[in-house]
T-cell receptor, first 116, second 113 residues
Framework: GAVVSQHPSRVICKSGTSVKIECRSL??????MFWYRQFPKQSLMLMAT?????????EQGVEKDKFLINHASLTLSTLTVTSAHPEDSSFYIC????????????FGPGTRLTVL | GESVGLHLPTLSVQEGDNSIINCAYS??????FIWYKQESGKGPQFIID?????DKRQGQRVTVLLNKTVKHLSLQIAATQPGDSAVYFC????????????FGPGTSLSVIP
């Protein structure tokens, strides 16, 4: 149980285009979803926290207009990287938790974004 | 803001030996700690957690020790196996932001067959 999926697993796009990454909780209702960014050989950096039906809370230094997050249902959150540039190339990971066990996050497999 | 380190240390151990991975945290208000394992190209995988009212917790082949006095956390892996090779992260959370955790820098564990 508690499986989180991400789609796509890898994406390559041209500079200036927008890319959408989906995060789904497959067998539970995720009241909260988190988006992380990870550069090679570095740790996970929290970008934003989203609760179903409300606006995401962004961490300091993360541009909300650049990284659009939508959490429209209890099983789906999306991260859209708008007008992507090469410096946005990274590994994006989502996680999900549910109200009954808020201190446990279940992680997705990650999405490798490469911006040319 | 709080951070738990700035670089990725590495640890090499012989197969069958015990591994000890250390983590220092900076937020004295943290009261919940988790260890994750991340294999290359994958998302983190939960290993074990511990709350601040405990100083030791054991799982299958793993033990987490918490020393709140010096803000130190360790993960011990018994009889390390090649499949244990991965990057290990500690993460900390607080009562005021219970479901949000901050990740440490990670330690790369390499098991020598």
């Amino acid at each position: 149980g508690a499986v989180v999926s991400q789609h796509p697993s890898r994406v390559i796009c041209k500079s200036g285009t927008s890319v959408k990454i989906e995060c789904r909780s497959l067998d539970f209702q995720a009241t909260t979803m988190f988006w992380y960014r990870q550069f090679p050989k570095q740790s996970l950096m929290l970008m934003a926290t989203s609760n179903e039906g409300s606006k995401a809370t962004y961490e300091q230094g993360v541009e909300k207009d650049k990284f659009l997050i939508n959490h429209a249902s209890l099983t789906l959150s999306t991260l859209t990287v708008t007008s992507a540039h090469p410096e946005d190339s990274s590994f994006y990971i989502c996680s999900a938790s549910w109200r009954g066990k808020a201190d446990t996050q279940y992680f997705g497999p990650g999405t490798r974004l490469t911006v040319l | 803001g709080e951070s738990v380190g700035l670089h990725l240390p590495t640890l090499s151990v012989q197969e069958g030996d015990n591994s000890i991975i250390n983590c220092a945290y900076s937020n004295s208000a943290s009261d919940y700690f988790i260890w994750y394992k991340q294999e290359s190209g994958k998302g983190p995988q939960f290993i074990i957690d511990i709350r601040s009212n405990m100083d030791k917790r054991q799982g299958q082949r793993v033990t987490v020790l918490l020393n709140k006095t010096v803000k130190h956390l360790s993960l011990q892996i018994a009889a390390t196996q090649p499949g244990d090779s991965a990057v290990y992260f500690c993460a900390e959370g607080t009562k005021t932001s219970y479901d949000k955790v901050i990740f440490g820098p990670g330690t790369s564990l390499s098991v020598i067959p």
